[in-house]
């Protein structure tokens, strides 16, 4: 094989010349056009698409395909204007179902003549870059019928008619509409918008327009809102019935544009039914649609939630103001939780648990509770009362939801170390008292501070419950050490730690002899089994349960407080006393007997002394029986247990000086951390730096802070710049 000669095989053009009949361009272009007359006559039943496909395969191949794409343009063109009069000449409503019918024939027609000029749609039109021949047929269909000068101004102001007549209520033929709709969508997105979208929108504009200005003049807030809410969504059907799925975003911009956003602050602030009158009303179902509609448009929420945090902190400043509603703490604190619960449930009801609107409801909450400069000894006080009876018989899980609640009141406080000064001062009382409702719930509260707040601030009241475990015990020591004293009086002693109980001024009152020796005794065994400790007796803390008999032989057990107690005793030995007397005996402060004395005196029920001359006040000329006639159907009896109470001016005044003061080594403190870290810093940045450091539990004046520096200053822990007077350096 590899000796054979290589050949080289080559394919040489037809010698003669292939003849072609002149007039074959003519007959066959005749026969197709004939047979496209016959497609658009519906006869095409008795022609065949064989043969005629290949007629016009050959007049491509043998580069006719100029000829035949003209004769296709010129033929076309020629039915679509027929086609066109006819549609013209409908009446009426004919209009739309002639202009569909013929749009279908079209189609079918168009479909036909594509199958038969396959190849040319194939070959010739790519290559000269022509239109294909389905889009020539469109095109046609559209400059010669939907573009005719007597259809497309008619065929839009119909479509507008059918839209308006069915948005004032009448049934149209909505499968009509879809199929013309559909046809101007086929004939290209330019077409259907320029044809009808633009117009459809201009004139939904101002029909939604009219109708909004209609509806405001006579219908309320509610009813406006339900309305916009009802053309809305009959829009959004609308489009999914027969417009393009890309109007939609178009047409409800338009509604909410016209219905909403031109009046939102009309509606938000029209009398007798805008927002302030649904709050104040509670109307979820209208809020819920105002919040749904609002939010479709721009500034919309933003618009609801200022009207409503204006209004709360209106409603919130009345609150913490008014002098009728601050007599009682307990109902204060009440209604600012009656009030949190209003617009919690109106935002997870109404305003799908909005963040925002929740960061607004907290802020405006902070805002108005700070206005009160009373509130955390007023929040103190009202757990004071649900601690001592409000809880009684109320399930855990309910007393967890009400101390959650006191803890959200408690977090707005900026001053929640004042706070802490009341709840101690009220914890003690309950705890020594023994009133309160459930230990639980008294340890539950402190965990959720301790959580809240850190250790520090919960460390005391902890050291508080221990000090009365701890009393106990030394209680059994006492009595175990001194079996001999279980016949007399019974003491029981709270041996309290000075440093975790509220500061009490020590002040002595005279025993009776009884308790006295009891007392002395006591302090025996105690300083004995503690080294390095002393004693100090709070006598105004305590309180004594005492038997005693009176005319006709009545016999009451009395519980009252310890000065009470030392003034009863005295009666033992005397039948009158005159205050002067009972002051020397017992030596009790002035303004403590006088109260002691008519809480015995004064008091209906619980008179177990009577005062000549009979008055409600005690004055120092005033002289004291035993009242002989004093009856009650309770064997026990309880005199004069003072409740926890509003402050008086001057203890206030005190309370906050000795707030002050704690704070002092507090804000010192901050700033050394801080210039620690820092080394230099100017003034502006330290107070800045200590008011965030110390926003958990106060807020620090910045006056105060510039007087802590100064005070570090001149201790030498900090100095100033000898060139920049406002900045500080920190020394080691």
């Known amino acids: 094989m590899s000796n054979q000669k290589k050949r080289n095989f080559q394919i040489e053009a037809f010698k003669h010349r292939v003849v072609v009949d002149p007039k074959y361009a003519e007959k066959t272009w005749s026969i197709l056009e004939h047979a496209i007359h016959e497609i658009y006559n519906h006869n095409a039943s008795g022609l065949s698409f064989e043969e005629l496909y290949r007629n016009a ?80 047929g469109l095109n046609l269909w559209r400059d010669n019928v939907i573009h005719s000068s007597k259809i497309q101004s008619r065929l839009l102001s119909m479509l507008l008619e059918l839209v ?72 959004i059907e609308r489009v999914t019935h027969f417009l393009d799925v890309k109007s939609e975003v178009k047409i409800t911009n338009v509604v909410e544009k016209e219905m909403i956003a031109n009046h939102m602050m009309r509606l938000v602030h029209m009398e007798n039914s805008g927002l302030v009158n649904m709050l104040l009303d509670d ?90 400069n009373r509130s955390p000894e007023f929040i103190s006080l009202f757990v004071d009362d649900k601690l001592r009876k409000g809880l009684k018989g109320v399930s855990e899980e309910d007393v967890e939801i009400i101390l959650d609640k006191v803890m959200m009141l408690f977090r707005y406080l900026q001053e929640k170390d004042v706070f802490e000064k009341y709840y101690k001062q009220h914890l003690a009382k309950r705890l020594l008292s023994g009133k309160t409702v459930s230990d639980d719930a008294e340890r539950s509260l402190i965990v959720k501070l301790k959580t809240e707040c850190g250790y520090q601030f919960t460390s005391k009241l902890e050291g508080m419950f221990t000090d009365m475990k701890t009393s106990q015990d030394t209680m059994q020591g006492f009595y175990a050490s001194h079996p001999e004293l279980t016949d007399g009086p019974t003491l029981v002693v709270q041996v309290l730690t000075t440093g975790s109980w509220p500061t009490q001024p020590s002040i002595t009152c005279n025993l009776p002899a009884e308790t006295s020796a009891l007392c002395e005794k006591f302090r025996s065994y105690y300083l004995g089994t503690h080294t390095g400790r002393r004693l100090s007796w709070q006598t105004n803390m305590g ?190």
């Open 283 to 372: 109307k979820y179902e209208n809020l819920g649609r105002m919040y749904n509609l609002f939010r479709r448009v721009p500034n919309g929420l933003s618009t609801i939630r200022d009207v409503m945090t204006s209004h709360l902190r209106e409603i919130g400043k009345q609150l913490v103001t008014d002098a009728e509603k601050l007599k009682d703490p307990v109902e204060f604190v009440q209604r600012l939780l009656d009030e949190k619960d209003k617009y919690d449930s109106i935002i997870s009801q109404a305003f799908s648990n909005d963040k925002t609107f929740q960061n607004a409801l907290n802020s405006s909450f902070e805002y108005f509770i700070n206005l009160n």
């Open 57 to 136: 395969y050959n007049m491509v191949l043998h580069k006719f395909g100029e000829k035949l794409y003209s004769g296709l343009v010129a033929t076309m063109t020629a039915h679509l204007k027929e086609i066109s009069k006819s549609i013209e000449a409908a009446q009426g409503d004919l209009f739309l179902e002639e202009l569909n019918r013929k749009w279908n024939d079209h189609n079918k027609a168009l479909q036909m003549i594509r199958d038969i000029l396959m190849y040319m749609d194939r070959t010739y039109i790519p290559n000269t870059h022509k239109t294909p021949v389905h889009e020539l």
């Open 543 to 732: 309180t004594a349960d005492i038997k005693a008999t009176f005319g006709k032989g009545q016999k009451h057990e009395l519980n009252v407080s310890t000065y009470q107690m030392c003034v009863l005793m005295l009666f033992n030995n005397a039948d009158r006393l005159s205050y002067k007397e009972v002051e020397q005996a017992t030596g009790i402060p002035a303004s403590d007997l006088k109260r002691c004395l008519q809480s015995m005196a004064c008091v209906k029920g619980k008179n177990v002394l009577r005062k000549e001359p009979m008055s409600k006040d005690i004055g120092e000329d005033d002289a004291f029986f035993v009242n002989d006639k004093f009856t009650s159907k309770f064997y026990k009896v309880k005199i004069g247990t003072v409740v926890a109470q509003k402050e008086s001016e001057p203890e206030k005044q005190e309370t906050r000086q000795r707030v002050e003061e704690d704070r002092k080594p507090q804000i010192e403190a901050a700033i050394v951390r801080i210039m620690k870290s820092r080394r230099v810093l100017d003034h502006n940045n330290i107070i800045a730096e200590v008011t965030k450091q110390l926003q958990s539990r106060f807020l620090a004046n910045p006056t105060e802070i510039k007087k802590r520096i100064e005070s570090l200053i001149e201790r030498d822990f900090l100095e100033r710049d000898n060139n920049d007077r406002k900045l500080y350096r920190y020394l080691a």
């Open 164 to 235: 308006h007549r069915e948005r004032t209520g009448e049934v149209i033929d909505r499968g009509l509409m879809r199929n013309i709709i559909k046809m101007l969508m086929d004939l290209g997105s330019s077409v259907y918008q320029e044809d009808f979208e633009k117009p459809f929108l201009e004139v939904s504009a101002e029909f939604y327009m009219g109708e909004s200005q209609k509806f405001i003049e006579c219908c309320d807030c509610g009813d406006y809102l339900k309305k916009a809410e009802l053309r809305l969504n009959e829009e």
